[in-house]
């Protein structure tokens, strides 16, 4: 279908742009802060500035909640994150003259970690809002994105921040795809108490599957440094097996696609088990690219609960960050404390994740076969701006 304004372009060039944005501010710290403190120390360091980014996003919607608002879609965050990619530039670039600027370097981080998710989170939602776009196929874009932030981060490493702040503005004079909707004009609504529900039922959904993938993260990357040395090329077998996916996953149900994603991660975890050759490198990656999918299908579960609610999307993703953190724990204690490898652990986790990914995913079905009352219509002003119509839940 034909959308004005080239709405379906709009949204891939978008989604590819913030991909790009995010990616790269991850890629150029990590490698600005591991040339400075050495690889371990310094991933240690910015995992933990992370943490605090998205310990501050916590507390922001959770005074949100408090007061009654919603996280309109608003050009803010990407308007913070252009400040936070200016100020990078600017220790980066006077750090060695002033050496008390390196303790800058983790609060920029830490900044970036909540706007990664606050900006994201309104993309997604901003999309939801457009019935005739596919969401999965949109997402495509931003794997695209993540694999060209990827080689420009090998090719010039330390050396992109003007280039980050250059798209960031690019980005910011792109229109909201939330334009020229029905829905700009329509109240707002309060959820019934059955959606709440279902909501917690995906959160503690996204919860476990992060944690199940955090194993990866943790080991993949060595593993696969013992195959080759050309990361890239395992990264674009990973980028195209979840283009390739995301492209027809919404003709599976959604429930299955979540409960098979910890199934994919057990057999990922059992090829690294019995070794990696280029074969099996290349099936584990295959295999791995089901859980970008698996996310996007949990995304578009809370869009269809909560229209235009970036709150929701974000709460979501937090959601789903706490269990990687967690996870991310469990396994220094595993690899300090027992002298063991995470490895086996990390296969019997994915496996006692799919029993329990079933009974998420039959509570959620549970109740969005309640029924459930007409949607109470709250008030609006009316000086409110567009946006906020949209998007203001009581």
Not at 230 to 236: A, I
């Amino acid at each position: 279908m034909s959308l004005p304004l080239g709405a379906q372009w709009l949204a891939r060039v978008r989604f590819f742009l913030i991909f790009l944005i995010l990616a790269l501010t991850t890629f150029e710290w990590q490698y600005l802060v591991a040339q400075r403190m050495g690889t371990e120390s310094g991933g240690v360091t910015l995992g933990f500035s992370y943490s605090i980014g998205t310990l501050s996003t916590v507390i922001v919607l959770a005074g949100l909640a408090y007061f009654g608002k919603s996280l309109a879609i608003t050009r803010i965050p990407l308007a913070l994150l252009l400040a936070n990619s200016l100020v990078s530039l600017g220790v980066v670039h006077f750090m060695d003259r002033w050496p008390f600027l390196s303790s800058w370097m983790f609060v920029v981080t830490a900044c970036h970690a909540s706007l990664n998710l606050l900006s994201l989170s309104i993309e997604v939602s901003a999309v939801q809002l457009r019935e005739e776009l596919s969401y999965p196929r949109v997402r495509v874009f931003g794997s695209l994105g993540y694999l060209a932030a990827a080689f420009l981060s090998q090719l010039w490493g330390g050396q992109l921040f003007p280039f980050v702040i250059a798209v960031t503005v690019l980005t910011l004079a792109l229109p909201f795809l939330s334009h020229a909707t029905k829905a700009m004009v329509g109240p707002a609504v309060t959820p019934a108490p059955q959606r709440w529900r279902a909501i917690f039922w995906l959160s503690t959904a996204a919860f476990i599957l992060w944690g199940v993938s955090r194993g990866f993260e943790v080991i993949g990357p060595i593993y696969l440094r013992a195959t080759t040395s050309n990361g890239l090329m395992w990264l674009t077998v990973l980028i195209i097996s979840e283009s390739v996916l995301l492209q027809w996953i919404d003709r599976l149900k959604s429930n299955w696609v979540i409960i098979g994603a910890a199934l994919m991660w057990a057999g990922v975890y059992g090829l690294f088990a019995y070794g990696l050759s280029p074969m099996t490198a290349c099936v584990a990656l295959l295999l791995a690219g089901f859980n970008c999918p698996a996310q996007v299908v949990l995304q578009s579960h809370v869009g269809k609960l909560f229209p235009g609610v970036p709150t929701a999307q974000a709460a979501l993703s937090i959601s789903g960050a706490a269990g990687g953190f967690l996870a991310s724990l469990f396994y220094v204690w595993v690899a300090r404390q027992l002298g063991d490898s995470i490895l086996g652990y990390c296969i019997v986790q994915s496996l006692v994740a799919i029993p329990l990914l079933m009974i998420c995913m039959y509570q959620v079905r549970r109740k969005e076969t309640e029924p459930i009352p007409p949607l109470e219509v709250a008030p609006t002003r009316s000086d409110a701006t567009a946006d906020e119509r949209v998007t203001q839940a009581a």
